[in-house]
T-cell receptor
């Protein structure tokens, strides 16, 4: 089955700790994205990658970092610099990176601060 | 700048009622794409439809239909004979040439269908 997987489903972070959210896709898509969703709000773009070994900041990149060493993987690290990390994080991918490309989403990771 | 407005924060209907979710967008580009996604309680966003700016034909898929009107910059979504399983948050999104394919989402509309 082709799709996007995210792990873990729930993640707890202690103060001052960095945590990494996993995103894997087997759709052979070139582009991948990370979004943050806060209660009652739409999705906001954190980082995106149009191709392997390349990525760009989105609208709210501060306190986050990413890597794209493999086509199928796009992990997101929430650093201690992100002061309000509690949110629902969604990973997406699209076949290409143009304006007409449909993005497909994973099941999400809910991050909570202890 | 791109902008998507979903003015209806929450809608509540009784099963079998028809319901329309509004979406108004802003873009300076002549080439753009509009999307609707459904987010059920599980959290995953499910793609429903993509429409490009040059195709103003309405689309129907089962109980779902979409009305695209460039004159009013709207892309509304209607569910006919709603069912409890339609309860979800629905997002409208825009992608245009200027944004290089990045999606701009509306705030979402929470639809609750009561039995």
């Amino acid at each position: 089955d082709g799709g996007i997987t995210q792990s873990p489903k729930y993640l707890f972070r202690k103060e001052g700790q960095n945590v990494t959210l996993s995103c894997e896709q087997n759709l052979n898509h070139d582009a991948m994205y990370w979004y943050r969703q806060d209660p009652g709000q739409g999705l906001r773009l954190i980082y995106y990658s149009q191709i392997v070994n390349d990525f760009q900041k989105g609208d709210i990149a501060e306190g986050y970092s990413v890597s794209r060493e493999k086509k199928e993987s796009f992990p997101l690290t929430v650093t201690s610099a992100q002061k309000n990390p509690t949110a629902f994080y969604l990973c997406a991918s699209s076949p290409g990176a143009g304006e007409g490309e449909t993005q497909y989403f994973g099941p999400g990771t809910r991050l909570l601060v202890l | 700048a791109q902008k998507v407005t979903q003015a209806q924060t929450e809608i509540s209907v009784v099963e079998k009622e028809d319901v329309t979710l509004d979406c108004v967008y802003e873009t300076r580009d002549t080439t753009y794409y509009l999307f609707w996604y459904k987010q059920p309680p599980s959290g995953e966003l499910v793609f429903l439809i993509r429409r490009n700016s040059f195709d103003e034909q309405n689309e129907i898929s089962g109980r779902y239909s979409w009305n695209f009107q460039k004159s009013t910059s709207s892309f509304n979504f209607t569910i006919t004979a709603s069912q409890v399983v339609d309860s979800a948050v629905y997002f409208c999104a825009l992608s245009d040439f200027t944004s290089y394919g990045k999606l701009t989402f509306g705030q979402g509309t929470i639809l609750t269908v009561h039995p």
